[in-house]
């Protein structure tokens, strides 16, 4: 029977015992309304008094690692609350160690669900564990608060919106290059003052510029192309390194996105960063992709240290790819910006027409480049320009290490 019900029952049964002057008839319906009264108020203000905390012990943490959060429950009113359910929207790619996960109507969320009774100022704590499998921002909340009274006929609704976000790195393995270390794609590990043009290691040509040296001239390229140009040449030691991962997974962006192959990708590109980081290189990230609330493509440029290197894992774990921004088109942006002694590594799983003719039209202005392509069938022959395959064929949750294999 409803709450209603339960009202025009009790206001019946008071005034049928008032009309024919029974008292037998109407105290049961006198105590029918004051229960009506109490289960209103009860379910209607009692529970302004309940209030819920979520909890995180850390906010950023490695892929792989266990977090520990807790649900603070406290009643702060002296009248018990026989039954509370809450429940924490959760995000559907991490499971719970510890808690019980519900389904819930949105997709891609569950919820952490708990149900308990609360007396007069007591506080309850209801621990849980997150499993870290997946690279991103995700959200815990908001509660839903579900009051019964002691009656069981109403129930009080409550939502808080508060939400706590974790943010989880992206995995990292060891990286491992299958040449000899002269093949290494990242340049030889050297101190940052040890930058010095090797006349033996000739890159190319580029146009000239008033601060070059007369005898650096390339007559050849000026002869053939009308204008002054350069002759460039790697330095003895590279310390710089460019990281542009591209976020593409399919030539049209009408085809879509696979999530495999887009988080492959970017667990090699953040290992690779981490080597570059343990190597003592400086480094940038710059990608195709775009994070929340930015209007230009996300990067983190040219930098050194601990505090760079979780700056450029935090971009790689918040990145989502941009379907509207060509890879060919940033590269040309960034190739712009970076150093001419940078080492430009491109890592990407697709390899397109117009993002191979971006390469070689880097590589042929003198650009030091590296490709290390993370997908299943090796891309075609490139003429000098460097190209490397990850040996491993596994999914990329079951990657141990990564070996780099250059392309015959």
């Known amino acids: 029977m409803s709450h209603s019900a339960v009202r025009v029952v009790a206001a019946v049964a008071i005034l049928l015992g008032l009309m024919v002057g029974n008292p037998t008839i109407m105290v049961p319906g006198m105590l029918l309304l004051t229960v009506s009264i109490a289960s209103y108020l009860w379910a209607e203000y009692l529970p302004r008094h309940l209030s819920v905390k979520v909890h995180l012990k850390q906010r950023k943490v490695r892929f792989g690692q266990t977090v520990v959060g807790e649900v603070e429950l406290r009643n702060d009113q002296p009248f018990p609350i026989p039954m509370v359910e809450c429940s924490v929207e959760w995000p559907e790619e991490l499971d719970a160690k510890q808690g019980r996960l519900i389904p819930h109507y949105k997709p891609g969320r569950l919820m952490l669900h708990n149900v308990l009774a609360l007396r007069w100022f007591e506080r309850v704590i209801r621990p849980f564990e997150v499993d870290c499998q997946l690279r991103g921002v995700h959200s815990f909340g908001p509660t839903m608060l579900f009051t019964a009274d002691p009656f069981g006929l109403l129930g009080g609704h409550r939502r808080l919106a508060h939400e706590e976000e974790l943010l989880v790195y992206p995995k990292t393995v060891p990286v491992r290059v299958a040449q000899s270390l002269r093949a290494i794609p990242f340049g030889e590990k050297g101190a940052p003052s040890w930058i010095f043009d090797d006349p033996s290691r000739f890159r190319g040509s580029r146009e000239y510029r008033p601060a ?23 330095a003895s030691f590279a310390t710089e390194v460019a990281v542009f991962v591209n976020l593409s997974t399919s030539e049209k962006a009408w085809e879509g996105i696979d999530h495999a192959l887009l988080e492959r990708t970017v667990t090699v590109a953040a290992s690779v960063l981490e080597h ?29 240290g601990e505090g760079h290197w979780l700056a450029g894992m935090e971009l790689l774990a918040r990145v989502l790819p941009a379907l509207g921004l060509p890879p060919e088109r940033i590269l040309a942006a960034i190739a712009s910006r970076v150093n001419d002694h940078a080492q430009l590594v491109v890592i990407t799983a697709r390899m397109t027409p117009a993002l191979r003719h971006q390469l070689m039209r880097q590589r042929a202005h003198g650009r030091r480049l590296v490709v290390i392509f993370t997908g299943q069938d090796a891309p075609e022959k490139m003429s000098r320009v460097s190209v490397y395959t990850v040996a491993e064929k596994e999914a990329w949750h079951d990657l141990a290490d990564i070996t780099l294999v250059k392309s015959s």
Request: hydrophobic share 35%.
């Open 276 to 304: 570059c980081y343990g190597a003592g290189f400086r480094f940038g990230v710059y990608t195709n992709g775009f994070v929340r609330n930015r209007r230009s493509s996300a990067s983190v440029r040219m930098g050194s």
């Open 212 to 234: 070059d040296p007369f005898s650096r001239i390339e007559w050849k390229a000026t002869a053939r192309t009308g204008q002054l140009h350069t002759r460039v040449f790697d």
